[in-house]
C-alpha cells in the first residue's frame, strides 16, 4: 500500500494550493481519507477529513481545525484513487508538512487511528 502526496511549495500569503493524495494498493473507496500537518518540535495535528461514504451514503467533510473552516475544502475521486485538499487564503499559520491517511472506518482526528500514511508534502508559505 502506498500514499503519495503532491502539490506542495512556496506561495505567498493569501494564495492557494491544491494537494493531492494518491493511492495505490488500496481499495480506496472504502477508506476514509484525512489531512494532517505538523510543524518542527509539534505534534502532528489532524486538519480535515473525508469519509468514504458507506455509511451516510454521501462523503462527509469533517474539519478538525478551525482556523481552515472556509479557506480548506477536501474532495475525492475514487476513480483515481485520490483525495485532494484543496487550500485557500494561505497564511504563514499554515507552513506545515501536510500528510494525507487512510483508515477503514469513519474519519478520526486522531492520527493513531490511520492505517497507511503517506510521506508528507512541505507548504511553506511566506512572502
Known amino acids: 500500500v502506498q500514499l503519495v502526496e503532491s502539490g506542495g511549495g512556496l506561495v505567498q500569503p493569501g494564495g492557494s494550493l491544491r494537494l493531492s493524495c494518491t493511492s495505490s494498493g488500496l481499495n480506496f473507496r472504502h477508506y476514509s481519507i484525512g489531512w494532517f500537518r505538523q510543524v518542527p518540535g509539534k505534534e502532528r495535528e489532524g486538519v480535515i477529513c473525508?469519509?468514504?461514504?458507506?455509511?451516510?451514503?454521501?462523503?462527509?467533510?469533517?474539519y478538525y481545525k478551525d482556523s481552515v473552516k472556509g479557506r480548506f475544502t477536501i474532495s475525492r475521486d475514487n476513480a483515481e484513487n485520490t483525495a485532494y485538499l484543496q487550500m485557500g487564503s494561505l497564511t504563514p499559520e499554515d507552513t506545515a508538512a501536510y500528510y494525507c491517511?487512510?483508515?477503514?472506518?469513519?474519519?478520526?482526528?486522531?492520527?493513531?487511528?490511520?492505517?497507511?500514511w503517506g510521506r508528507g508534502t512541505q507548504v511553506t508559505v511566506s512572502s
Open positions: 491517511a487512510a483508515v477503514n472506518d469513519h474519519c478520526s482526528g486522531l492520527h493513531s487511528a490511520y492505517d497507511f
Open positions: 473525508i469519509s468514504n461514504g458507506n455509511r451516510e451514503s454521501y462523503f462527509d467533510t469533517i
